[in-house]
């Protein structure tokens, strides 16, 4: 994979990395397409990181399916696609690990223990493989965004971090390779995650400036779908994840994260005060 980068860069072309677990949908082709507006070469990584699952989560039963990935990256206009093997990624006694202070430990991270480390270490080695100029992330995971900025800046990975917009199905549940985890039930259920997000920025775009008021009602919407929890429901700082107590006029960053069954479902949505309602 270096090699390759190696000359592609020789000969004066810029590459893009579009990392991913595979099980790809339209929000990851729509990072593919976006990487193509920021390079010349495209590398869509396919990877199902063990390091970022913890003991109970879902790696053995995460969804796989590389062939009709790999077309369906290439398609989109992937000119590579890498799909390293664990043991590659991993060899036998690897203890290197990348990790942040302050960042994992808050929430995805909190509820997650060891996943950001997990992805900031998979992060920089498919960094370090594809040695790219640009990575593509979505908006879709607000805290890797997060921290993957933060990596990149403080180790001087030299590389241009590019966020693209959540794609949604039409009645507003994100896209997720997760989704097909949820019953019927729960998938008629799972767009109030986007009607809470819509409903705290009607509502601060109305004038309300209590937050603790639009977060009771963010709540009272999610509750209405009768999820199995609410994991939790925050107002932001998009780059340090740090709690805000009131409308920061760049914007504030609500997110997320809701089960139902087994199922986590994570949404987030930049409000600002101003602009059209919907
Ligand atoms: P994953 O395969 O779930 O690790 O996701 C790979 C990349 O696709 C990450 O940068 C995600 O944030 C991004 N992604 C996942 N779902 C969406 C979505 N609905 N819209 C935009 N990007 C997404």
Known sequence: MQDFSRR??????RIA???????????????????KAHADVVICTIFVNPTQFGPNED?????????ADSRGAT??????????????????????FVDLDRLPGVYEGKVRPGHFRGVATVVTKLFTATLPDTAVFGQKDAQQVAVVKTLTRELNLGITIVVGPIVREPDGLALSSRNVYLSPEERSAAPSLYRSLRLGENLVRGGERDLGKVRRAMHAELV????????????????????????????TL?????????????????????????
């Open 8 to 13: 592609a860069r020789k000969g004066g072309r």
């Open 17 to 35: 990395v579009v990392p991913t677990m595979g099980a790809l949908h339209e929000g990851h082709l729509s990072l593919i397409r976006l990487a």
């Open 59 to 67: 790696f053995s039963r995460y969804p796989r399916s590389l062939d």
């Open 75 to 96: 398609a989109a206009g992937a000119h590579v696609v890498f799909a390293p093997s664990v043991d590659e990624m991993y060899p036998a006694g690897s203890q290197t």
């Open 224 to 251: 209405n779908s009768r999820p199995t929890a609410v994991d939790y429901i925050a107002f932001v700082h998009p780059d340090s994840f740090e709690d805000l107590a009131e409308m920061r006029p760049e914007g």
């Open 254 to 278: 609500a997110v997320l994260a809701v089960r139902f069954g087994t199922t986590r479902l994570l949404d987030n949505h930049l409000m600002t005060t101003q602009g059209e309602s919907r």
